[in-house]
């Protein structure tokens, strides 16, 4: 189960790097390298959400999907699996990042941590449909930053995030905007 | 072959058993030099003091150089100014010429002998050991005489009216209660012993040299035990005390910034190269008298004292007083050293009236001995430091 | 002596020294005098390898010599960080949207917290900064604990991690659901076994490879003393086939020859021998305390030659002169005396090597397990083993009167066997789950004790000092708290 993990978080990095490389390249803009990197991160996070934790936690009850999967030998959550992935991109390249971010996080280190990402976040809610993008300064560089919508999907994005003792939000549907996935790559 | 002039009387006097010619209070030695001379001129009757200024009677040149280099300044500027300034600015500017002078004729007379002993520098001195003491003995004797009943020479009077206004009499007679003589002196100033035409010439410049000498010498002495007490207090406060614990809280505290972070480390390092280098400039400039003519080697030599202060701030910034370990001990080791040899050294010069007063002889030894102390515990330093700075660098 | 001569003499000496010094620090050269504070317990033993760490050119940046020190720490660290499940990753704050953190604690360096060479604020597990670091990040706004939970809300920051609730990196022992899976379990388990112990020490060679007396191949003149060839026909190494050419003609390839191995017999085989064999033991081995002047990571002596050719000297200086500023070999072995923990003064010379435990030939892992530790080991916990519950169980194992698994030697806590099923090997690395010793808790005590026992007992510092005899005084009260915050929401599961 890892190993389909880091195979789909390896794919994801690959496309992005050379994304981001051929940004660099062609001259594309910054607008629509990010919008390409947000196809493939959220196709395959639709895709394991849907194909592996619904079908086989909630459709097929077979194995259960938990934060701590390596100890309660279960599937890693769909956050989880996105946050990895981000996490490996940050521990082979700074070309770009992305985070999976809501005002209503689990987690409280997923809120919102910038004025940008608080912006941002807030407008994929109200305004369905639409994505944010913006200019920030970090840590004494500037970065491009977009914010894309994150949907419960499947039954088991709402289901869960309604149950969690520390979730502050409990009536989540499928097809309400959870949260958002913020990309940002440096301008130099 | 002429008498000595006074000036090279006084400075016989003034030297010591090793021929050094520096004594310790230079303030006292240079003011009687400039005293020395004016005297020479005053018995010569090329100079006349009134109660507003110092004028030249006779600008005819006596035949002796160092006498008529003197003359010629005084008169380029006749009338301007009063004996104090004079003497205070023939000792500032003149001294060290003067004394090169009576030292050079001195030698060309057999009674000294010129023997350059400097190396690396900073060390060793030019000695001028006595080869006929002949010169020397027969001062002692004639101010022996004056001070017991003899009915003095004028000369005499003025002589002892100098040596007096040096301190110096304790040297010159270690075995007399020099105290005793304090009412003969009194005396002999009052006794109306000398010419008419010079006496109230003489009489200002023995005052004036006298008051000048001592104002000065309090001052200065005054100033620079202060300020080497100081220094070496705080190296021995700082290195006595217990290490100065840092707040066990997370968080930027002043001491932690100053000692652990970089960017501080950098800037206090270099503060630190940077005044210890001033302090060895000042010092070989002094040595060097490159900076006497400036502001008085006195004024150097205190900010030389302050400069040693700011390191040992600076210093206690830099490290905390940590030793650290090996090649770091080993620096900061020889740097406490110097500041410490260099505030004792100062401490002892700025309290050698008061050492004299407690019955301390030989206090040029002792201090010169310091002096030396000082210079071997900064010779290592470049190196070290050299050494030091390349690591952070390196590492 | 004239006066003059000592000035003179201070003044050469030192620039010789610069000069010695210099060279040291750019062509080779012992640079032990160099080192500008003591070097943490462990690291020293690897001190004056500089380049493990000081991996940056000479007058890199800053910036780059920090980045260079790190990748330094993380070339030797990174692999038990990821096996710890490290809770605070580097690459977890690299993405940009931590930069506010960066300003606080920067955690993407490990130097931001572990400074080498500063003796006086090098804190427990080398920490060079208070130890109530968790307040940068996790006392204001969405990360304040104090507001997340109630019941940290009296609690001052120093306790973090020293309460035995909480560690920076490795809390696989820790974790709420954990403590919550865990509670309520009974001091001892029913059946107190050491599973890996047990399969370990259960684990029977195949008996058709087995060799007799007879069987030995030897030179005669190392037969001829009985006790090494009963030793060795008693050992494990008999009861698995491997004869006396194995370790002794290594050169001689398998199945080789009585003759081919008596020609290439070597009376005293170094450790090579072992490792050739018994891999797994051998790469733990160096990761540990005992062994760490061997791993591979530690940089080798720099080649003098090269080094002048870097600075563009290599012309100027004779190949004589460069060869005598050469490195110092390194020494491959740890001496007991270089150990910082009380140590048996009668060891001191005693260097660590594979037969410093295994006695060649008996090869008996029993005396490996306790004896062995005990010859050089000298402190409070190691002497009251003796006196110890867990000493009184070893015993009744070796005697027979108890299952394999059930007698806890040190081995048992301090070396476990680690691995799946029958592939268990025992790992060397004795530094793997020894500090914080929390790290014990899961690979070790959670097989025959109970978590909340096991979190009292580590806790508690005078009772790990008498070897655990006596019950623990300290009350951790972190299972609690996390029952009741775990009674209080609804679900654990989510999305």
């Known amino acids: 189960m890892k190993r389909t993990s880091l195979t789909i978080a390896a794919l994801a990095f690959g496309v992005g790097s050379a994304l981001a490389a051929s940004a660099a390249a062609e001259g594309i803009s910054f607008r629509k390298v990010a919008d390409m990197l947000y196809q493939v991160m959220s196709a395959d996070r639709e895709v394991y959400t849907r194909m592996v934790v619904q079908r086989l936690t909630v459709d097929n009850k077979v194995v259960t999907a938990s934060e701590h999967f390596e100890d309660d030998t279960a599937l890693p959550l769909p956050a989880q699996m996105f946050r990895f992935g981000a996490e490996r991109v940050m521990d082979e390249t700074e070309d770009f990042s992305y985070a999976l971010l809501s005002l209503n996080p689990i987690n409280k280190k997923n809120g919102p941590g910038t004025d940008l990402e608080r912006k941002g976040l807030q407008f994929v809610v109200d305004n369905p449909g639409e994505n944010f993008y913006g200019e920030e300064e970090l840590g004494g560089e500037r970065y491009f930053a977009a914010v894309y919508p994150d949907y419960a999907v499947v039954e088991a994005c709402a289901s869960c995030h309604n149950g969690h003792k520390d979730s502050p939000r409990r009536d989540i549907e499928v097809g309400d905007v959870m949260g958002g996935v913020v990309i940002r790559i440096p301008i130099k | 072959m002429p008498m000595l002039t006074f000036t090279e009387e006084i400075l016989l006097l003034l030297g010591d058993e090793e021929g050094m010619f520096l004594p310790v209070e230079e303030h006292a030695f240079e003011c009687a030099l400039a005293g020395a001379v004016l005297m020479d001129l005053a018995f010569a009757y090329r100079i006349d003091t009134d109660l507003e200024a110092l004028v030249t009677i006779d600008p005819t040149p006596t035949g002796n150089p160092m006498l008529d280099r003197v003359l010629a300044k005084i008169a380029a500027r006749a009338g301007t100014t009063d004996t104090r300034t004079w003497v205070g600015v023939l000792s500032r500017e003149d001294a060290a010429i003067l004394r090169e002078q009576a030292l050079a004729n001195l030698v060309e007379r057999g009674i000294l002998e010129k023997r350059d002993e400097r190396f690396l520098w900073a060390f060793g001195a030019v000695r001028y050991p006595t080869i006929d003491d002949g010169a020397e003995r027969g001062i002692k004797a004639r101010i022996e005489e004056v001070l017991s009943d003899d009915i003095p020479h004028p000369r005499d009077v003025a002589l002892i009216s100098l040596v007096d206004a040096c301190e110096i009499l304790p040297d010159l007679f270690p075995d007399r209660d020099v105290a005793s003589f304090g009412p003969r002196i009194a005396l002999l100033r009052k006794m109306d012993l000398i010419g008419r035409e010079v006496a109230g010439t003489i009489a200002e410049i023995q005052r004036t040299v006298v008051r000048e000498a001592r104002a000065r010498a309090e001052r200065f002495q005054k100033l620079l035990l202060i300020l080497s007490a100081c220094g070496g207090l705080a190296v021995a406060a700082t290195l006595l005390s217990p290490p100065i614990p840092l707040a066990d809280r997370f968080g930027p505290g002043l001491l932690e910034s100053l000692w652990y972070d970089r960017v501080w480390k950098q800037w206090s390092g270099y503060l630190l190269l940077g005044l210890s280098l001033a302090g060895l400039g000042i010092a070989v400039a002094v040595k060097k008298r490159l900076v006497a003519r400036i502001a008085g080697s006195h004024g150097w030599r205190l900010f030389h004292i302050a400069l040693g202060i700011a390191c040992v701030l600076v210093l206690f910034a830099h490290t905390g007083f940590r030793f650290g370990a090996n090649m770091n001990t080993a620096l900061m080791g020889f740097f406490v050293a110097a500041l410490l040899s260099g505030a004792l050294a100062g401490a002892a010069i700025g309290g050698t009236p008061r050492l004299r007063k407690m019955g301390v002889r030989r206090t040029g030894r002792h201090n010169r001995a310091l002096i030396g102390l000082h210079a071997i515990a900064i010779c290592p330093l470049p190196a070290l430091l050299i050494v030091h700075v390349l690591t952070v660098y390196l590492y | ?495």
């Open chain 3, 1 to 495: 002596m004239s006066p003059k001569v000592v000035p003179w003499a201070v003044v050469a000496a030192t620039l010789l020294g610069a000069v010695w010094f210099a060279a040291a620090m750019t062509v080779g050269g012992d640079r032990s005098a160099l080192l500008i504070g003591e070097t943490t317990d462990a690291h020293h033993q690897i001190e004056i390898a500089c380049e493990t760490c000081h991996a940056a050119p000479a007058f890199a940046s800053a910036a780059r010599a920090e980045k260079a020190l790190n990748r330094g720490c993380r070339r030797c660290h990174d692999k038990e960080l990821k096996a710890a499940d490290d809770s605070h990753p580097r690459k977890k704050f690299r993405n940009p949207r931590m930069a506010a953190y960066w300003e606080k604690l920067d955690a993407r360096l490990c130097t931001s917290c572990h400074v080498e060479h500063r003796p006086e604020i090098t804190r427990v597990g080398a920490v060079t900064v208070a130890m109530d670091f968790c307040v940068a990040c996790h006392s204001e706004g969405d990360q304040d604990v104090r507001a997340d939970r109630p019941s940290h809300a009296g609690l001052g920051f120093e306790t973090c991690a020293s309460a035995g609730c909480h560690n920076y990196h490795d809390n696989r022992a820790l974790y709420e659901k954990f403590l919550v899976r865990h509670a309520g379990e009974p001091w001892l388990a029913a059946v107190p076994v050491h599973e890996a112990s047990a399969r370990q020490r259960s684990r029977k060679p195949p008996s058709r490879a087995a060799l007799a007396r007879s069987d030995a191949i030897a030179p005669e003149a190392a037969l001829a003393d009985p006790a090494w060839l009963d030793r060795w026909a008693g050992s494990g190494h008999a009861a698995a086939g491997v004869n006396c050419g194995a370790c002794h003609a290594p050169k001689s390839g398998k199945n080789a020859t009585r003759e081919k191995i008596l020609a290439r017999w070597v009376d005293a085989p170094g450790t090579a021998v072992c490792e050739d064999c018994h891999r797994p033991q051998a790469r733990t081995f160096v990761l540990g305390r005992h062994g760490m002047r061997r791993h591979p990571r530690v940089a080798k002596p720099r080649n003098p030659l090269r080094q002048l050719r870097r600075i563009g000297l290599s012309q100027v200086v004779p190949d004589e002169v460069a060869s005598w500023l050469a490195d110092a070999a390194p020494p491959t072995t740890m001496t007991v005396a270089e150990a910082r923990i009380p140590m048996r003064p009668d060891a001191a010379h005693r260097a660590l090597d594979c037969g410093t435990c295994h006695t060649p030939h008996a090869v008996d892992t029993a005396r490996a397990a306790v004896e062995a530790c005990a010859s050089c080991h000298d402190d409070s916990h190691t002497r009251a083993y003796f006196d110890s519950p867990h000493y009184a169980l070893w015993r009744a194992e070796l005697a027979g009167e108890a299952s394999p698994g059930t007698g806890v030697s040190c081995a048992t806590c301090h070396m476990p066997g680690t691995g799946r099923r029958n592939r268990i090997a025992t790992d060397h690395n004795q530094n793997d789950n020894l500090r914080p010793n929390e790290k014990m808790i899961r690979p070790v005590c959670l097989d025959c004790h109970g978590l909340g026992f096991s979190l009292n007992a580590l806790a508690d510092a005078a009772l790990v000092g008498r070897n655990f005899k006596g019950t623990p005084a300290v009350r951790v009260e972190s299972i609690d708290w996390a029952k009741k915050r775990a009674a209080t929401g609804k679900r654990e599961t989510g999305g």
